[in-house]
């Protein structure tokens, strides 16, 4: 599928449970999506690349800049009759293209099994890194897709207290990911701390268009957790052009245990900026199917929109949202 240039000024954060409230949709029965560092590494590193791959090809431009010169992007509108859409559903469709961004990003990462992931040790020698990691995820039918991750994670520094049987490790790391044949940059840094029966891993990784231009790179920051058996993931990710922020963006993924089946949903709210509002992102099969039903929360309002994915007349894929008015936006 085509990919869009994305608007600046669209920043979101994580949904707490009152956000789950305000969309009618109670926490219960839900716990945190990812099992291991490994699947919190991989999918991180995923969505941020194909975010970068939305907003920027690598071959294209060098600086995210350029992004501010692009405003008209390709959507077809299908206008139906007049409606008495209220103001909240109005503003949805404003700020749908946005939304769609992410969605597009992340839209690998939903069904039965969020991601999984395996690592090896390397032997492309196209690639001169140790490690080798394949990602997986399903698509937005429940088709199995498939990423593949060359990177080296060098200790740094390691410290450790007999006192508290505390243990705290810092790495750095440099790699590769591929994505539609093309090579996307990624630099970051791992922390680890555990004391006890706690432990703690904070990542923070960044994809470049350019590698010679260190100031204009979307970042990933993810902190997980485990507590008492409770496991806790955030993903926040940052866009950066010329070294100076234009946008942020955090998300946090669920899972239901639904009729015996697993399911995944992934929570978003538009913080600062033009857009507002908070959204719950779920797949379901209606009539055999695939369809995702987004549920929306602005100024005490909240509606629902779905989104299914089409053909055109060339073959290529785009994604219809179908509104409660059934008024329908397309996006390649």
């Known amino acids: 599928m085509k990919k869009k240039l994305l608007l600046v000024s669209l920043c979101l954060t994580m949904v707490a449970a009152m956000a789950l409230a305000a969309c009618g949709n109670p926490d219960k029965g839900k716990t945190n999506a990812l099992s291991s560092p490994n699947d919190v590494y991989g999918i991180g590193a995923v969505s941020g690349v194909r975010l970068l791959k939305s907003n920027m090809p690598a071959s294209a431009v060098k600086s995210f800049s350029a992004v501010n010169a692009v405003a008209n992007t390709r959507t077809c509108e299908v206008k139906l009759a007049p409606s008495a859409a209220d103001a909240s559903e109005s503003e949805v469709k404003g700020q749908s293209e946005k939304f769609n961004e992410y969605f597009t990003a992340l839209d690998s990462f939903l069904g039965d099994d969020v991601v999984s992931t395996s690592t090896v040790a390397n032997t492309d020698s196209n690639y001169d890194y140790e490690t080798k990691m394949t990602i997986t995820g399903k698509d937005f039918n429940g088709e199995t897709v498939t990423y593949t991750m060359y990177y080296t994670e060098t200790l740094v520094e390691t410290n450790s207290t007999d006192e508290n049987e505390e243990t705290e490790s810092e790495y750095r790391l440099v790699g590769i990911m591929t994505i539609d044949g093309a090579n996307y940059y990624l630099e970051g840094e791992r922390s680890e701390e555990s004391e006890k029966d706690e432990s703690e891993t904070e990542l923070k990784i960044r994809a470049y268009a350019d590698k010679e231009d260190k100031t204009s790179y979307i970042q990933m920051e993810q902190e997980y957790s485990i507590e008492n058996g409770e ?3 955030e993903y926040v990710y940052s866009i950066y052009a010329g070294g100076e922020l234009l946008e942020q963006t955090a ?71 179908t509104f409660s008015d059934g008024s329908k936006q397309i996006f390649d």
């Open 231 to 233: 496991t806790e993931t």
């Open 251 to 321: 998300v946090e993924f669920e899972t239901e245990n639904k009729d015996g089946k697993v399911e995944t949903e992934y929570e978003l709210e538009f913080r600062k900026g033009a857009s507002k509002g908070k959204y719950i992102v779920k797949r379901e099969v209606v009539e055999n199917k695939a369809e995702i039903k987004v549920k929306y929360a602005i100024d005490g309002k909240s509606g629902e929109f779905r989104i299914r994915e089409i053909t055109d007349a060339n073959g290529d894929k785009q994604y219809e949202y």
